[in-house]
DNA sequence: TTGTAGGCGTTATCAA
DNA sequence: TTGATAACGCCTACAA
């Protein structure tokens, strides 16, 4: 007895079965399209080789391979992960899968990246936030690559976007924060440069802070990366400053978090002898201590109507799409009344 | 003039640049074995159509994707994004990309994600510990995928493995804790049905009690998911049962930050009501307060080792290793004498 | 150094 | 309901 110990491939099982390759294809694609009778024999065929569809060859010949690729700026910090999760999750459901890269925050990593999942034959994509070289976008149209752009609401783009207004967000908090009388404010945001979700929050407070009549001039901001250590030295830069701040919002929770973390080794008392904010509601938000005042951002809700709207996009039964989604502050104890 | 907008293939750039699909494939792939001269003149004419190969068709031809697959229990929390970062980049620098998936802590849908990431052609796998179904072990090697185990050390496995030993890390933390006088010991550990990192863990807690003389009875332990909120449970559970516990040893740092959290609310006072220790050592633990007591693993020296011997493994050039690295315990102040 | 041609494992069209 | 057969886009002996 030769047995082959080789992988199987589809004529292995027709033979198999002895019935045509295209047979056991319908089989494993559109089962109505066959007898009961033959099918029951190719798949028991199927099961006793073990045998598993070669994606690579499947994707040649459908021009079709139902993955979405999705190209996130980091894993490292929760920012995106629930967001992710609830996409996969929904798309799962409709039947396609997820590939993820990150890009570091770095655009041409980005760039070359949506190549990689387009080669791989992506049939959509999801992007973060829409600032990148106008070069990616005519690859992506000439391509002809449904795009779907998340974590902010683009309504003038012309790409499917899911998201809110970062801008307008982190607007309403600083008002918030301005009313509750802090005159002296500061800030640590993300960096701004190739990333418009962090600038739209800066915007915000700077919108808000002219807006109640103050001058830019005395607004400090700090421009860091989003990680907690950065947010921590951030902290303690600014309250070493000419004029020690009363509030400082941060861009998001992470440099938030940093930033009470030294605030509570330099001997502050917080919101005592200064409030922070943060933005995102990520979950460690409410288990700091004091919890902190943040946006709420309805991560989950983004991810699965990013998935639907994608997949409706990619089916054709859906043209360009925005969607807004509504955010929401919530007030904890890091920032306290003037 | 009739401009074709269609995807361009190897036939197009050959067409435009005068020359065979063979030449063109080679300028692409092994470029030392094409004359300058034509090799300017195929790279002139890739730009100029903006030609990316098409990877599924690559992998067809070739058998040979340079790319890895790796599943991990979860991406929503930090526990191994920092590990996989070191992992990929190590990846990226010899010439491979990484595929990732997550299972959820879900066996049957680990086993769904291999066979996905093995249909498109993986030429490596990287996965979590060693518990799973043979079967799924039996699939890797009929199909010859070389596979690297991580986050445990598994000298007796007949597969490559990179970590560290769980049980006897956490018993050198559990003898630390004792021989400060704690007798009253209580755990809140993961969830070890199918998780033999959690298992390990908690067996190290035990060995370290047995050995101290102790009762097993007297060992309070709760297993739940690694979940920040969780941890804050299984806290107030522990605090309300008959013996209140001098030390709460939590199976990873997100427990601990959950009971940390809950410790605080309740008003405990962290290290000297309860003491609280952790695992992992992620970015958080030194800036929780209290910082955190914990054992620290190192991540990216583990993703970066798994890497090149994963790689290795398939190259050829070496064969199945097991690399163990070295844990420290980290003294914060979450644990006290007592 | 370059070109020719066969094959990789599917799906899909067209007949039967 | 089923079976031939032609793509799909690339790589790689083998020849020249």
Same mark, same amino acid.
């Given at each position: 007895m030769t047995t082959s110990f080789s992988i199987p491939t589809l004529d292995d099982v027709a033979r198999a079965a002895g019935v045509s390759t295209a047979t056991v294809s319908r089989c494993l694609n559109a089962e109505q399209k066959v007898s009961?009778?033959?099918r029951d024999r190719v798949m028991e065929a199927v099961d006793a080789l073990g045998y598993t569809p070669n994606f690579n060859a499947r994707a040649m010949a459908?021009?079709?391979?139902?993955?979405?690729?999705?190209?996130?700026?980091?894993?490292?910090?929760?920012i995106f992960a629930r967001g992710l999760q609830a996409f996969q999750e929904t798309l799962h459901?409709?039947?396609?899968?997820?590939?993820?890269s990150s890009s570091a925050y770095r655009p041409e990593l980005e760039a070359e990246?949506?190549?990689?999942?387009?080669?791989?034959?992506?049939?959509?994509?999801?992007?973060?936030?829409y600032e990148r070289?106008?070069? %990616?976008?005519?690859?992506?149209?000439?391509?002809?690559i449904p795009t779907m752009l998340a974590w902010s609401y683009l309504p003038d783009r012309p790409h499917a976007s899911v998201g809110f207004d970062n801008r307008a967000s982190m607007r309403v908090l600083a008002d918030r924060v301005i009313s509750m009388g802090h005159r002296r404010v500061a800030v640590i945001s993300g960096i701004v440069d190739g990333n418009d979700r962090a600038e739209g929050r800066l915007n915000g407070?700077?919108?808000?802070?002219?807006?109640?009549?103050?001058?830019?001039?005395?607004?400090?901001?700090?421009?860091?990366?989003?990680?907690?250590?950065?947010g921590a030295t951030a902290f303690e830069t600014l309250m070493n400053g000419t004029q020690k701040p009363s509030v400082i919002m941060c861009g998001n929770d992470v440099l938030a978090a940093g930033a009470m973390t030294r605030a509570k080794e330099l001997g502050y008392?917080?919101?005592?002898? %200064?409030? %922070?904010?943060?933005?995102?509601?990520?979950?460690?938000?409410?288990?700091?201590?004091?919890?902190l005042t943040t946006v709420h951002v309805p991560h989950r809700e983004m991810g699965r109507t990013a998935?639907?709207?994608? %997949?409706?996009?990619?089916?054709?039964?859906?043209t360009t799409v925005h969607r807004q989604l509504n955010v929401s502050i919530i007030m904890r104890n890091s920032l306290a009344q003037v």
């Open positions: 009961k009778d033959t459908a021009k079709r391979t139902y993955t979405i690729g999705a190209i996130i700026p980091t894993m490292e910090n929760a459901g409709l039947g396609y899968n997820l590939l993820v990246q949506i190549r990689g999942l387009v080669a791989r034959g992506a049939d959509g994509l999801l992007l973060i936030g070289e106008q070069s %990616v976008y005519d690859y992506l149209g000439k391509r002809g407070i700077k919108d808000s802070w002219v807006a109640n009549g103050f001058d830019l001039a005395d607004l400090p901001v700090i421009e860091t990366p989003y990680e907690i250590e950065n008392d917080i919101p005592n002898d %200064v409030s %922070v904010t943060g933005f995102d509601d990520i979950e460690l938000a409410k288990h700091l201590h004091p919890s998935a639907r709207e994608l %997949v409706n996009l990619i089916d054709g039964s859906s």
